[in-house]
């Protein structure tokens, strides 16, 4: 017998070509609340998916031992049966239909004739509602409510059912402060119900808040578990980021010229909700060969800078001013911002960035066709005479640029959308997570052409939430959260560490 | 942490590889198959033309019929054209039927009740149609509603408009230039022979310019490096394709002459054909239907493109509806009942995906004469058009599986 409700032993996991974890073992205590903390990619999310039988049994190496017995989950519904249930970022309740509804969604409550009974399913879930403390008429639409609301009907139709172990993925990372709060006390709570919450965090002050242990996870590897009275921030810091910077990027002297383009006071409003504020005063500039990097955490307004600023692809109220070589200019939309030099290669290439179903020659002239029309028609030979060279200067891997860029890896989908913006001749480029989803070696293919294009006189700025990245190849890091710049550090100064203060820092409270 | 978990690049499956030795042979035979692949619609063309000519007992290929065929379904072909460019960006359009009804209605008061010029009633007609488009386009691209709903709400309301306007009665008796577009030919411009010489003579304009063409791309592309087919294989098909054209103008001159319709037509074809194949708006039609973010993304004006896109559909549905008005003389309210339907199925037999992204002109015109010689060779042997109805629907069934089933096998999305 031990205390602890669940012992996961020696987990690896492995993606074709990609060791997500490996040999993570960790112990959580009945009773406790258990944070772990990592960056973006480190191995968290699926340490929870293996977990909850995301990643079924036999698709991993090593023990999950749930209350002292081995558990061979096959999928979600078995995992739950036994008490353990995952509440993710993306919250998966049905807007549409009320809140009892959602909470007994697929565990209905029958009564005669197999019928749902409505009464006791309202009851039910009235019940659940005064254990969360959300006083919501449980008929209500689940649309009605905020962000944090919802997340407590999640945490209801988790309590229904019969939860011993809850998982909480980033859990306040979309709420404001009242809203975490609450969540963070209802978290509390539920632990004196004797429920065992593991949450998956960025935020220190929360974690230091509410976890009595917490553990780190780096590279796919369980760093160190940390008792709660040794928790310190610069203690998880060092574990989250404490990883060698070797020659994984190709070398590069900056030759930085003057102030291509600069950005002032640019704010803008969540689409759907006008009065949240996603991107707050950003003011930044980039000069002729510079790669400058934005900092950021998921969430924090680094995609709906760039997005609001490429066209008004994204957000409401957008206010603020772009100067180009000092003089003002317009980017209202999307074709005025490529008119004005400016070129955005998006952060999820396959749905805002890529025509799959196209070849790779129609997507690389898709946002320049202007360049190859000829008495009103693209001229076909010249397009594959571009398209070639970029297929041939881009090492671009396909049997010509007539295939289908839906069969390419990632990597060279991702060069194939590099080509498009570079044929279109800007003399901005913002990169969105351009290594995202990639292997090592086209990472450092992609970081080469990153550096040519600087080396050729061009402002690049680059968007990643993996450090290692920024330090390695840029000469100048923004760091970004909650929408404002926190912080402008040149590259000498940059370290993990300041980043990563700068990336949490919060707004200050009153 | 997606860095992990999206699906691990498979720098494998990309290739790299570049075709192994290659053995002359076998590099042809590969290119006819993959091209027989892309060319499945034309060759299901031919079966179908071949089944119903022995079923038919060749009435089917006889001069009179052949040129039935294209008069018959050339009001179809038109609406097909703008449909397929419609479902191409993703969108649908349930009115055209409609609207070429109230076009025609609308005709009909011009030439016959107002007594205008036949040629200011057609141009007054045709721009009805680009405001009735414009009008649909407006709710589709601007609004933001589904061109499901609003060219549904657009059947009703032109329908009913056909009827107001048409007021219980149809109208009819057209003037004679008026009833060419529908019913004309060009004949005996050079007196009355046997075999028409114009027919003939424009045939053969046809051939040499095809041939033309096609030899000046051919070239271009091997001076930029290209890959083009083997020799033998373009010969071939230009071969094939010159004979088939022979013998269509063959049966057109033994018996009226180039139809006016089929004039037009071949007009539409061209100027078409070219807009998707090869001009700036047609790239842009492609790239929104096959993802419209990336296309916003790229600096594509979206909105412009749909607004233009039902502009269009409008233009053309009112020209099917004058065609078809010409041919029956007579304006009347069942006009274009169901035109819609065959010119959807004609754009998905032909290839188009229910997606987006897909379709070509060529593809829409030669699934609009399969369904046309479907009508066509059933009515011959006397099949009810209950049976014709039912068989319809399994071919475009059937055509769409198929094309569903080669996707999924070629591994797209």
Redesign the interface.
Known sequence: MTTNILEMLSITKT????K?LQNVTLAVGRGEVHAICGE???????LM?VLSGVYPFGTYEGDIVFENETMEFRDIRDSEAKGIVIIHQELALSPFLSIAENIFLNNEIKGAFGLIDWNKTNIEASKLLARVGLRENPTTKVRELGVGKQQLVEIAKALSKRVKLLILDEPTAALNDEDSDHLLDLILSLKGQNITSIIISHKLNEIKKISDTVTVIRD?KAIETIAKQDVTEERIIKDMVGRDLEHRYPDHTPHIGEEILRVENWTAYHPQDPTRIMVDNVNLNVKRGEIVGIAGLMGAGRTEFAMSL??R?YGTRISGQVYKHGVEIKTR???E??DNGLA?A?EDRK????????DIK?NI???S??KL?RG???D???E??VA?GYRKSMNI????VL??V???????QQKVVLS?WIYSDPDVLILDEPT????VG?KYEIYTIINRLAAAGKGVIVISS?LPELLGICDRIYAIAEGRITGELPIAEATPETLIKYMTMEKERA | MSNLETKPSDDTAAGGRVNPVENKFTTALSHVLSDLGKNGIFIALVLVVVVFQVLTNGVLLRPQNVSNLIVQNGYILILAIGMVMVIVAGHIDLSVGSVAAFVGAVSGVFAVNMGLPWWLSIILSLLIGAVVGAWQGFWIAYVGIPAFIVTLAGMLIFRGLALVVLGNANIGSFPEEYRAIGNGFLTNVFGDLNVDPLTMGVAAIAIVALIVQSIRTRRGRQSYGQAVEPIGWFIGKLVLVSVVILLFAYALATFKGIPVTLIILAVLILIYGMVMGRSVFGRHIYAIGGNLHAAELSGIKTRNVTFWLFVNMGVLAALAGLVFTARLNLAGPKAGDGFELEAISAAFIGGAAVTGGVGTISGAIIGGLIIGVLNNGMSIMGIGIEWQQAVKGLVLLLAVAFDVYNKRRSGGR
């Not at chain 1, 973006?40 to 699926?46: D, I, L, R, V, Y």
């Not at chain 1, 749905?351 to 196209?358: D, M, V, W």
């Open positions: 993606f074709p070509g990609v997500a973006n990619g480190a191995g968290k999310s699926t998916k796919g490429f066209g692809s939309t999307v074709s911002a490529i955005y998006t749905f805002y960035g890529l025509n799959l179903i196209e129609r002239s898709m946002a066709l202007k029309e009103g028609l693209v076909d030979n010249k594959y005479e070639d891997k396909a049997p010509s295939s289908k839906g069969k390419l890896s990632g990597g060279n498009k995202r989803g990639i292997d086209a993996e």
